[in-house]
Each structure stands twice: as C-alpha cells, then as structure tokens.
C-alpha cells in the first residue's frame, strides 16, 4: 500500500513525501521581481513546514512582461544571486525547489494600457477585456528562446528544477485554447500545433540546461468551456511530453469560465468531500497514459481521501496551495495526526492579493 510519506524520486530527485506546495504567487518581490527579505521569509515557513518540494509563484521571463505586480522575474542573469538564495534557504530545512515560468499575455492585471500585450490571436480576453496583439513567428521564437534561458538560470541558481506554466489561461494556456488561438500556421488548428509553442520550450529548456536538469509542467486537463482545451488534447500533449522526457506532470484546470464544474479555486469544499481533489478524475485518466509522474492539484484537504486516491489510481503527488498559505506547517501536522483537518476554509480571500501572502488566519 502506498502511503503520502513514501520517499520517492524524480528524474534523480529526491522527495521525502507526496506532499508539493502548489505555485503561488505572494505578490512580495520587489518591484523589479527580485528576491528580497519578505519572499525568503515565506518560503522558510514553508520548507519548515514539512512539504517535500516547492514550486515558487510564476515568474516572468521578459522584461516588462509581467501580468501581476511584485512576481518574481527570472528575464535576467542578475536575479540569479537572489535566488541562489532563495535555493539555499529552502534545501537547509531539506526541502526541493523548483522555479515556476510563466508568459502572462492578455491575462493581465498589471501596467497593460502602458505597454504592449501579445497573444496568439487578436481576440479580447473574456475577464481581462484586452486584445493583445498577435504574436509573429519571430516573437514566438524570442519567448521559447527567454523561458530557455530562464532554465539556465534556475540551474545557475541550484533550483532543483523549472516548470512551464501551461495552465489557467494564461499565455501558453491560451494556445492551447481553439478560443483564444485562431492562427492558420504551424502554432494553430490542430493540437499538434497550438500545443508546438509548449514542446519548442521544453526542448529549449533542455538544450540550454541540459537533460539531467528536470522540465515539469503544470496543465489544464480541461478549460471547461466552449472552444476550449478539450481533455483528449490536454491528454495527447502529456503523452508527448512524457515521451520528450517532462520530470513531472501537474494537473489542474478551469479558470472560472464555468461556475457549475470544478475550477482553480474551488470555494467552500471543506465540509463536503465530494467536491474535494476535484480534478483528480481527470488527473487519474493521464497517470494511465504515462510513465511520468503525475500530481493532481485543486481542493486537496482530506488526508484519508488522498491516500485512497494514492492507491486506486497512479496518481503519485498531492500540490496543495490555499492550505499551505493558511498553515506552513500542515504536512508536519499530518506527519503528527492523519485525522488532522487543515484550517483553510476556501474563502479565497488570499487570491485577491490585495495584501501579499495574506490569510484571513494569519493576517496581522
Ligand atoms: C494566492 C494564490 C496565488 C496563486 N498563484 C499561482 C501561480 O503563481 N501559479 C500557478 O500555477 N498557480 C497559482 N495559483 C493556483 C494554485 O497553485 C492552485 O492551483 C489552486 O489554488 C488550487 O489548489 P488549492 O485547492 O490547494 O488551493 C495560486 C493560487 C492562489 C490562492
């Protein structure tokens, strides 16, 4: 029987349990991005606390990209001191970290009447009201060529790995997404094309820091909504990944499109199961598919609900995010009590950040 403190590894890392804090942006970098006090704070409280791996909030990987203020950047080798010591802080306490990419396009909340905002086609975003400008083949070329780079800094930076963020919708998620993509070249129509712009990252990821250096990915299994990823094409491009070598596959989904199916942040799951671990069916159909492992993220609460799912399924990692803001320590207090019943209600009140990093909990 499999068990949420098994040791694992992947692709030569070492995991001490299946418990991973989900990315989560804290809204606390300084205002270049870069690491600073409050940031290394956060993420000793979480290492302290138990998880065996971190992926950071999104960071961007061009200059002046950025969809949300105070992310972390990764555009330059000049933040690679910063997080150097970030790694350092997280592995003292025998955490991993791994650095989480991302392209914000139109999904913007950030400076984007003062600058320019590409997508894959010129189609306003359906919350965010902004039509970006349709991104060229050399643009496309220019993003493969930074989140490429990127990696080479993570590696420089001793992250135990780097994961494309592929998922809600924002700028690589929108290729994915027939809605938002309507290109007649080789980036759209089918999925082999609109997931290209994915595949050409990863494998200049690899180039640039090399095959032993780990690529994840996190992914919708579904947009839940019309003209959106369907969950046989979010399938079809982890098989394809899992064939070029992806150290770890990540599933979530929805952005909000649709209120009566699971989405990102669920609300007010904790006292009925039944929406809990809400994509996990979906999840389950990938780990079938692939050798890889796969994690399932969105509504993890119930310990006993992860372990039956650990062992009915090949599912093999639990990402956990709301919880893990409201209790640093929860994997140590499950390591205490299994029956322990995490503190987060799903208000979702920390994902307005209007205050980094804040949990109607904790807050001072
Ligand atoms: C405050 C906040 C910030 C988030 N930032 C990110 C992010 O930077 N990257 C990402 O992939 N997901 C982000 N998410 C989504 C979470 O990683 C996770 O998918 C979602 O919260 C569902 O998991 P949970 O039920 O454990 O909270 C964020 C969520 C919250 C609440």
Redo the contacts with the bound molecule.
Sequence with gaps: MKNLFDKTKIKGMELKNRFIR??????LAGNDGEVNREILDVYEAVAKGGVSTI????AFTMEGENPTHK?LAAYDDKFIEGFKTLTDTVRKHGANIVL?V?SGGSQAKFNYRKRKIYGPSAVEHKFTRITPIEMTQEDIKHLVRAFGDAALRAKKAGFNGI?I?A??GYLLSQYLTPYYNRRNDNYGGSIENRARIIFEVFENMKEKAGDDFPVLI?INCTDFMEEGLTAEDSRFICRKLDEMGVGLI?I?GNVGFNENEPR???PG?NKDKTRQCYFSQYAKAVAEEVKAPVSV?????DFSMMTEILNDSKIEYF???????CEANLANKWGQSQAYEPK?I?C?Q??S?KQG?VCIFNRN
Excluded: D
């Design positions: 989900s990315a989560m942006h804290e809204g992926m950071t909030g999104f992310m989480q991302a994961q963020h998922a809600h996190k990540e979530s990102l942040i669920r799951i993220v969105g509504g993890n609460r990402s956990l995010a709301r919880t893990i803001l987060c799903s979702n920390c994902f950040l990093n």
